[in-house]
């Protein structure tokens, strides 16, 4: 059996609202692997109902309404990683688009954030003559690692990867959509990856801990771990959810103008019985009539 380490993961919002405001949050691991779930709790103030689906990409999500006035949602979780960073194959091919299966096409086009259509001209100047394969993704990612400048507060919501580019300055987010519109400029097919991620045997960050961005890329018919913003093999990657970009995986999405007055996300090794966080005012209860 191979070592795994316990991780604790999970957030707290706090909003506002002026009128009861349906939402969707995608906070909660992926359980497919590598990670795996122990315990999970959903906890907030006031107590209100949701239910649990799958959207287009499998991710797991939860629907409720956030109530007028004042009201808190805590997701908490305990998860199993391995205690081993993602694969790292030199030797993975990249494959023909002739040859692609028929579900990854999606990831070879442009989209709301992955402008791979503008960027095209620079990933192929730039990457043209590169060799294909592991060696010619990884350049991409020295590329847009080095170009970059990591800096909270330098994009929003509706900022692209050709504002990024010409800014030269983002958050993780940010340096996935720039990698991703080169990779698919290169009919590369690469997506978009959320989730959390500790500081497992590297040096805290020396920022607050929040949400991380990476990317998947496809090569020999599997699915490689990249992350542009740390441009380094991790341990302990807790996914969330995949997509084209950002946009398919937002960690929340609310159908009215709730203000979010404060946003807490933790990842962190913990032991087999951990001090659990305070306690919650109200659960959050599961609808009886829907999924979990």
Known sequence: MEPRRQVRVGCEFRYTAAIDTPAVFQVQPYDAGPAVVRTQTWSGEPEVLRHG????????CQRLTLPAGSATLR?????TVPDATEEVNPDARESPVADLPDEV???TLPSRYVLSDELGDHAWDTFGSTPPGYGRVQAVLDHVHDSL????????A???AVDVWTAKEGVCRDFAHVSLSFLRALNIPARYVFGYLPDLDV??????MDFAAWIEVWLDGTWYTFDPRNNTPRKGR???GRGRDALDVAMVTTYGGPVLESMVVWAEETGTDPTPLPPARGELVADPGAAP
Request: charged content about 10%; overall charge negative; proline content about 11%.
């Open 53 to 60: 689906y799958s959207d287009l990409y499998g991710n797991p």
């Open 158 to 160: 509706t900022t692209t």
């Open 105 to 107: 096409l999606l990831y």
């Open 149 to 156: 400048t990591f800096r909270y507060g330098a994009s929003s």
């Open 203 to 208: 040096p805290p960050a020396g920022e607050p």
């Open 75 to 79: 997701f908490d979780a305990l998860v």
């Open 238 to 240: 807790v996914l969330i």
